[in-house]
């Protein structure tokens, strides 16, 4: 199991950075070209949320971003440090006056995730959450001689 790891700082400008590289890791792992583009677009959305999210609270960590190239499947984790709604109650940290707009939003850039990505996995807590994707790859090409 290949992992690479890229952090960045939350500023907008970086995540077509993070876009790139995904893209390049998901082609070297064996992602089927047909299938790169919805990998940057979704990458780029959960990376702009992660942003978004830290930007909003005011956190300085940067952005976490891992790309898991695994047997059979490409994995990419954006994570992030943002206090999240948990059930019972708001997160301490959560902005008062914009909370619903942030929560939509939130939400919008979920559904868009989902609607690109077949396997998605969003978790969240008080300390942070994450967006888990997974691509199937292809096996590697032999040459024949």
Known sequence: MATVELRFSALPE???????????????????????????????????????????????????????????????EVGDEAPHAVAGGRASGAAPGGADV??????MGLAVISGLVDDVEVSAGKHGGSIRMRWPTAPPATLLD
């Open 102 to 107: 942030e929560t939509e939003e939130d939400e």
């Open 14 to 76: 970086h995540v077509r950075t993070a876009r790139l590289v995904a893209a390049a890791v998901a082609r070297r792992a064996g992602v089927d070209e047909a299938v790169l583009d919805e990998v940057r677009l979704a990458v780029g959305e959960a990376c702009s949320r992660a942003v978004g999210l830290h930007r909003n609270v005011g956190i300085s960590a940067p952005v976490k971003v891992l790309l898991i190239e695994e047997e059979k499947q490409f994995s990419i």
